[in-house]
């Protein structure tokens, strides 16, 4: 995600198609209307958010479900004087229990009308679980939407600090011009997300529709051995030292080659010594000098 929110960034992702995903959500400017149930919403996807991966919640950018492909369709205000950014914060923190720490709020003044505005909320993924007030119903996300969590669903996210969480997540990506196209550099890092310390850690990464074109190669990864064969391989790296709790690790790097807009999607699988196996599934979408990263489903392997 940026680090810097103004209009023409809120564009880009308007005309780019950037899908909704796990950790990605539209709201049109109406969802903080006064006369919305503003307040019971707010809180259940922000909690949703947060019980989660974390993510970003864009309020301002409306949607369109083309086949259920939800993109962002035009940009649909908040009007300030209904929604300020100090009654955002406001909502957020009197309606969930107990609060969500390091939530930023990014307001995005738009050239649509004087008081017209974007908001961009961010939120971490939380180390414990979160409540709606209203309700007392605690919510996850789950296709692009929030949904009630089921008993299990908050005892894992309530083990987070009692067991090792480790995550995989795609580095910032690199490239350099080669021919017509580019080579992009995809670094693959993982993260532990607990105060327990995880160790003799592996990931493995599949690329689901890359071609011979994009003369795809590994640093540090190497191919996996099959029982059944498939029309892709298998990569696995291995992290046998201990990772302890905010710590970035290395994997290793793919190399890809790209020519025009193409976007390709990766299979993530991360594995820890008598820790649940988690997976990732990311789109990487890429267009001339730039690329989107997407996260469009997550979960357990079992």
Known sequence: MPRYWDQAELERYIAEGIEENLTLDYKAG?????????????????????????????YGIGEENNEGRFRPAALVPVNRLECSRETLEQIISSNIQPRISGIKIFPVPLSTGLNDVAYVVSIPQSDTVHQVSRNKRYYKRFNFESVPMEDFEIRDVLNRLRSADVDSWVGQLTSESAGDGQIWSIPMFAQNRSMAVARDTSMTVEFLNATPENRLTADKFVVKTRLAPKD?????????ESIHRGLDKYFGTFKVYIEGTQSL????????????????KVRLNFGGNSVTIQVEDEGYLY
């Open 30 to 58: 109406l969802a903080l209307s006064r006369d919305s149930n503003r307040q019971k919403e707010i809180a259940k996807d922000v909690s949703a958010m947060a019980n989660s991966a974390g993510g970003v919640i864009i």
């Open 265 to 280: 999607q990766l299979k993530i699988q991360i594995f820890s010594d008598g820790v649940r196996a988690r997976f990732k």
């Open 232 to 240: 892709y391989d298998m990569y696995i790296a291995s992290f046998p």
